[in-house]
């Protein structure tokens, strides 16, 4: 019964290790795309700053997503699945 299941040579147990170790990789995973979407939309806006032409939405978005981004990259994936993730900006 259930996806995480080994032989104990008697009967079938529940694999905690190996759900771990998944969820754990799963974690990682979704932190990765997650810090690829934040990079995604800063890009642009610091192309903005840089260029001294970005306005003062595009500074808040700015800080707004360097500030999740930050906050993702402190995020533990080794707590996986009892991780809090970052509230995601607001575009």
Known sequence: ???????????????????????????????????????EHIAPLQDAVDLEIATEEENSLLEAWKKYRVLLNRVDTSTAPDIEWPVIPEV
């Open 1 to 39: 019964e259930g996806e995480f299941q080994k032989w104990n040579g008697t009967v079938w147990v529940k694999d905690t290790e190996a759900e771990k170790l998944f969820r754990i990789r799963e974690a990682e995973e979704t932190k990765n795309s997650l810090m690829q979407v934040a990079s």
